[in-house]
């Protein structure tokens, strides 16, 4: 078993929908979690960290269920400049990173 | 803003050609890291470094070496570079606390022929 996973898609999506994308993770001692986005040819950008509570930034929400080992982000009234491809990144002992394969996001006009 | 360079956006190398991959980081960060992205693969890391002079092996470090003398400065060395090296690498860096957020450079594609 891979120690994150993601559904790599394509979501494709019309402007305006919501969509939402899990991962889930392995290693039930991880410690921190973040989602990053990466467009096509650049490097990946932080989108944002989760938090044990969630949180909310803007039109997304980042979800975190420890119970279940599982990472959620929800992306609301989506834009077409929201196409890009959203990776899972997984925190263990404080050093090491690990990254989900990514999903694929295509928010079609 | 933390900001990571890499000093070379493209290289085109032969096949055994000693290869050398700079990144500087201006955030006085602890933990700085060499992955290698490539289609349906993913990123995965290939070394970490944690402090000044100390190297781990991540989980490709085959056919790759690394160099931290200085904590702002992480160089990625392939000492015979082979075709199956043909990629993006990406170096990134950390605080290793607090908020140890993962910040990347612009990546360096690599194209050996």
């Known amino acids: 078993r891979k120690e994150v996973e993601q559904d790599p898609g394509p979501f494709n999506v019309p402007e305006g929908a919501t969509v939402a994308f899990n991962c889930t993770y392995s290693?039930?001692?991880?410690?921190?979690f973040f989602w990053y986005r990466q467009d096509c040819r650049k490097e990946p950008k932080l989108l944002m960290s989760?938090?044990?509570s969630g949180n909310e930034d803007g039109r997304f929400t980042a979800q975190l269920n420890r119970a279940s080992q599982y990472i959620s982000l929800l992306i609301r009234d989506s834009k077409l400049s929201d196409s890009a491809t959203y990776l899972c990144?997984?925190?263990?002992?404080?050093?090491?990173?690990?990254f989900g394969p990514g999903t694929r996001l295509s928010v079609l006009p | 803003d933390v900001k990571v360079t890499q000093s070379s956006r493209y290289l085109v190398k032969r096949t055994g050609e000693k290869v050398f991959l700079e990144c500087v980081q201006d955030?006085?960060?602890?933990?700085m890291f060499w992955y290698r992205q490539d289609p349906g693969l993913g990123l995965r890391l290939i070394y970490f470094?944690?402090?000044?002079?100390?190297?781990e092996k991540g989980d490709i470090p085959e056919g790759y070496s690394v160099s931290r003398e200085k904590k702002e400065r992480f160089s990625l060395i392939l000492e015979s570079a082979s075709t199956n090296q043909t990629s993006m690498y990406l170096c990134?860096?950390?605080?290793?606390?607090?908020?140890?957020?993962?910040?990347f450079g612009a990546g360096s594609r690599l194209t050996v022929l």
């Open positions: 990144v997984v925190n263990m002992y404080g050093q090491n990173f690990v």
């Open positions: 990134a860096s950390s605080s290793g606390s607090g908020a140890n957020v993962l910040t």
């Open positions: 290693n039930s001692a991880s410690q921190s």
């Open positions: 470094s944690y402090d000044v002079k100390m190297k």
């Open positions: 955030m006085d960060h602890e933990n």
């Open positions: 989760v938090y044990s």
